[in-house]
């Protein structure tokens, strides 16, 4: 069975944006992303929220077409290109887009039987409202988190109240020159 894994980068206090949706806080230097690019590139299906999504399209695509862009950059942008995508939304459109799932009614029932097909690792890219739904539904299988050096005091929560009890056991733990500890738990079951 597939693992689904939440990716994120989250407040000391347990934010994932602030009050706004910035992500201003957020540290992703070359030292951090030499740390995460490793554990995306073998995943084979990104799960994202509707706005995480709509970042990702408004900015991923246009990265291979820039002359600026840094190796880091291009290796994501390629992944970004080549993976399958499942969106949470009920108001973008569904589509044809073989590689694209638009699902706005049953979510954790696609998510649950995506985890029964044959294929890699999925993973969820912030998105807090997704992933409040998939953790109260017993999905998140890992997490993976970049504890960013700050407390932001308010803003959307990485968890809301309602995942179901999960047992984690901490894999690994590192802390970069940052400020920024970086934790890979996996759920007991």
Known sequence: MRSVIQLAHVSLDGFL?????????VVFDDELQDHIYPLVLPVDTAI??????????????????????????????????SVKKIVASRTLPRTRTPAL???G??????????????????????????????????LVD??????????????L??????EARS?????SSRTFRS???ATHHVVKR
């Open 17 to 25: 944006a602030g009050p706004d949706g910035e992500f201003d806080f």
């Open 48 to 81: 994202y929220g509707r706005t995480t999504y709509q970042l990702m399209e408004g900015y991923w695509p246009s990265v291979l077409d820039d002359p600026e862009a840094s190796a880091h950059g291009r290796t994501h942008a390629r992944w970004y290109a």
């Open 101 to 103: 799932t638009i699902e």
């Open 105 to 138: 009614d049953d979510i954790v029932g696609t998510i649950a039987a995506a985890k029964r097909e044959p294929g890699g690792d999925m993973m969820i890219f912030a998105s807090p409202t997704l992933t409040h739904a998939l953790a109260a539904a017993g």
């Open 142 to 155: 890992e997490w993976r988190l970049t504890w960013q050096p700050v407390i932001l005091g308010g803003g």
């Open 157 to 162: 929560p990485l968890f809301g109240g309602k």
């Open 167 to 171: 047992r984690l056991e901490l894999r």
């Open 179 to 181: 400020g920024v500890i």
